[in-house]
């Protein structure tokens, strides 16, 4: 951030989670969010934003996730210095519980964020890469809905190389 | 509440009562809390967003966790997506009897392969319905499996697919093969090795495997796979035909000027909606360009002349001409962008200490490198980011120089349903 910008008032937001919770942010934080810089280019930004998806505990993990990353990336280390920092941030940041993860990447495709969702997807693929269907199913919450018969023709009809 | 005007044994038995109470609401609102926790719902988007990172091992495993994720993975948006995160590679056959005894002729139904091996020559008999005791016998000498090889970080690998085939790989295209039906002479075979899919070609224009070319092309106009050949007559004449894949009968059309052509023996690169070929053996001024849309012949000056090591490889969807500078230790990478204007532009010039007999291969989509091979016995990657030249670490026999093999992806592309673009 120039100097110039940084003697006049920084311009604030206030994003309201699911569960009532507000937060302040500087806009430079609120343009990662891609749903907010919309807003804010159409000027249609009010200061107060209410986003109906996130809970507050989400919302803090998103907030600290973009403001370190706008920090980095405003910072005036070279490039291949702030690089390392982010990886080794984000790396830190996914360290996470399981449900956290998956509600980071509902989140991050909600707020529309993007490296944060490529973040999210890239952890939550190399978590399941080698687990079996049943975890992964008890994992996403999900049942299996095939009858016994369908897997079976399925399985059998389109069968691919890479057993 | 009062319990003052409660005796004793009754206060300790409402306390007792109001103890339970808060345990049982406690326990409501925890088990409300983790219902809550439990259901971390994932749209669709974020679902397909991390099944198109797993690798095909796992991605042919977990999509049977339920039907609407086994709906992602056959949508037109997934495979698209798919196909463009996966890297290039080579395929390529290697021998089934290599190592092994001599045998005498056996069927293809014996057990000489790997158990679990995928026959494309069983599937053809199959699907034409011919019962297997009228298999044909096969030279087991004749077959062999189907490999991919994969070059990362300076390492290669090599994944089986589990498939054996008597056929050479004639061309390739967004995972697409093509490959010779060798049963009773009859045509083409067209098929995804991933998802073993598969489709007989008719036979067109008979002519000797020297002098006849085949390529694999999507057209964004028919938002069809077709396969392009060109064959050689008697006279010199080049003819042309074109089929639609699914389709029963070849179009001929006009084949390129006379005398464009002094040999079709490098394989044609698909590049920028044409399909390009290097027509003599050196000494090329121009690559001959067939344009998908229009299917129209054209002549394109290359920026100098193409020698017997140069080639033209697919480079981030351009086309690129790789040339040895007459210093020996200096390879120009040239591309072409468009059909419009038809500027080379120079893109990197790589330098190292000897160049000779470097041939290269094709370029990787993913980490943007290009590798060569080497005389008949090395793999070199050349990183064009970072400019570093690296030879490629080879377990000894594990590729056949000398065989055949071609640039290829793995993807779950069907001719069925055609990439959306």
């Known amino acids: 951030m120039s100097s110039s910008t940084e003697l006049t008032e920084k311009k604030v937001f206030l994003l309201k989670s699911l569960d009532g919770v507000i937060f302040e942010v500087e806009e430079s934080v609120a343009v990662q969010l891609e749903v907010i810089r919309e807003l804010i280019e159409g000027d249609c930004a009010r200061p107060f934003i209410s986003l109906y998806n996130v809970t507050s505990e989400i919302l803090a993990l998103v907030i600290e996730y973009c403001k370190h990353h706008a920090e980095t990336c405003s910072g005036g280390t ?25 509600e980071l990447c509902s989140a991050a495709d909600y707020l529309d964020i993007k490296s944060l969702f490529e973040l999210t997807c890239r952890t939550l693929a190399s978590l399941i890469k080698d687990r079996t269907i049943i975890e992964v199913r008890k994992m996403f919450n999900v049942e299996n809905d095939f009858s016994v018969v369908e897997e079976k023709a399925v399985r059998k009809e389109f069968a691919w190389a890479f057993k | 509440m009062n319990t003052k005007s409660v005796d004793g044994k009754g206060a300790s038995l409402l306390k007792l009562v109001e103890e339970r109470i808060q345990r049982e609401v406690e326990h409501e609102r925890k088990k409300q809390q983790e219902s809550q926790v439990i259901i971390p719902y994932l749209p669709k988007d974020c679902i397909s967003k991390i099944l198109v990172l797993l690798p095909l091992e796992s991605l ?28 290039t590679g080579l395929i390529f056959l290697a021998p089934v009897l290599k190592g092994r005894p001599f045998s005498s002729d056996f069927k293809i139904s014996d057990p000489l392969v790997k158990p679990n091996t995928f026959s494309v020559e069983s599937k053809v008999l199959h699907m034409q319905s011919v019962p297997i005791c009228h298999w044909p016998c096969i030279d087991p000498s004749s077959l062999f499996y189907i490999n991919f090889m994969e070059i990362k970080d ?4 090599i994944k089986e697919y589990n498939e054996t085939c008597i056929g050479k790989i004639r061309a390739t295209c967004n995972g697409l093969i093509l490959l010779d039906n060798r049963m009773k002479k009859e045509g083409l075979v067209v098929m995804n090795p991933v998802t073993q899919d598969l489709l007989r070609i008719p036979l067109g224009t008979q002519s000797s495997p020297h002098h006849e070319s085949y390529g694999l092309v999507y057209c ?28 029963r009968s070849w179009r001929v059309m006009d084949g390129p000027s006379f005398g464009l052509f002094g040999w079709l023996g490098y394989e044609p690169v698909f590049a920028i909606g044409a399909l390009h070929w290097l027509p003599l053996i050196n000494h090329n001024d121009y690559i001959v360009s067939l344009q998908v849309d229009n299917e129209k012949f054209k002549k394109i000056p290359l920026p100098k002349s193409g020698e017997i090591h140069d080639r033209i490889i697919a480079m981030s969807g351009f086309l690129g001409f790789v040339t040895h500078h007459e210093d020996m230790n200096r390879i120009d990478v040239w591309i072409l962008t468009g059909l419009g204007c038809e500027v080379w532009e120079k893109l990197y010039t790589i330098r190292m200490d000897c160049t000779k007999n470097m041939v290269p291969l094709y370029c990787s989509r993913i980490n943007g490198e290009i590798i060569f091979k080497k005389k008949d016995y090395d793999l070199y990657a050349y990183d064009c980011a970072l400019q570093i030249m690296r030879k490629v670490e080879l377990k000894k026999g594990c590729f056949p120089f000398n065989g055949c093999y071609l640039p290829h992806v793995n993807s779950l592309v069907s001719w069925r349903i055609p990439a959306k673009r």
């Open chain 2, 154 to 157: 300076g390492k290669c690998t």
């Open chain 2, 220 to 247: 964004h106009c028919s938002s069809n796979y077709e396969v392009v050949h060109l064959f050689q007559d008697e006279s010199q004449y080049i003819g042309c035909e074109i089929i639609n894949i699914g389709s």
């Open chain 2, 60 to 87: 042919q495993k977990l999509r049977f966790v339920c039907k609407a994720w086994y709906e992602i993975v056959n949508s037109l948006v997934f495979i698209d997506a798919h196909l463009q995160g996966s890297d």
């Open chain 1, 78 to 102: 070279s490039a291949t210095i702030a690089d390392e920092d982010l990886k080794t941030f984000d790396n830190e940041f996914m360290n996470v519980d399981e449900n956290i993860l998956l």
